[in-house]
């Protein structure tokens, strides 16, 4: 039987630890590139593999090493930047016709990104203790689920009106410096451990 008392606990504690983390970011970028739907899907499903391990594997997750957790993020974010910075600008057509853009390349990439940024984060590790603590696996689950479904909604609905009201190239811009600083700061974390 799920509590209902222990979904919500949870839920709070996690919609909040995630909301500053790098996630809302990584959200908000693909939001402004790709169709909500489909990088909704391939984040939701990253999530949902994260819940699953963190319930399952409880504090076993702590046991991996933060350094190279720290610096795979770090590749990945400066790949991405790098990415941005460099794409051959074809105008803003191709990000506004869904259509030419394909679900499992656009959910892949984003079910990649969050399955290896998120790894042996803070709210995964989060969510392993509040299982130990609660003993209550489905309600510890569905709560991190959601509240970490709600995060990257509200990251790519974020970045769809941000891209109505600001240009595509200025988006581009800042959030390639963005994912470059948090590249290097993933790098740093992992040397200087």
């Given amino acids: 039987m799920i509590s209902l008392t222990v979904t919500a606990v949870v839920f709070g504690v996690v919609f909040l ?4 983390d790098k996630t809302a970011l990584a959200g908000l970028v693909l939001g402004t ?30 046991l991996l090493p933060q350094q190279l957790v720290h610096a795979l993020t770090g590749v990945l974010f400066l790949g991405g930047a790098a990415m941005l910075l ?18 499992w390349k656009v959910s892949g990439a984003g079910f990649m990104l969050i399955l290896v940024a998120e790894f042996g984060d803070l709210t995964q590790i989060m969510t392993a203790n509040l299982a130990a603590r609660y003993d209550d696996p489905l309600s510890v689950a569905l709560g991190a689920v959601l509240a970490l ?18 240009p595509l190239r200025l988006i581009t811009r800042i959030a390639a410096l963005l994912m470059l600083g948090l590249g290097v700061w993933s790098l740093w974390e992992a040397v200087a451990g």
């Fill in 17 to 20: 630890a995630e909301l500053p």
């Fill in 33 to 62: 590139r790709y169709r909500a739907s489909y990088v909704f899907a391939g984040v939701a499903a990253a999530f949902a593999v994260h819940v699953a391990l963190a319930v399952a594997a409880g504090s076993v997750l702590t």
């Fill in 86 to 103: 460099f794409k051959k600008d074809d105008g803003e057509e191709d990000v506004r016709k869904p259509e030419n853009q394909s679900f």
């Fill in 149 to 166: 479904w709600s995060v990257a909604a509200l990251g790519i609905v974020g970045g769809k009106a941000l891209m109505k009201r600001v």
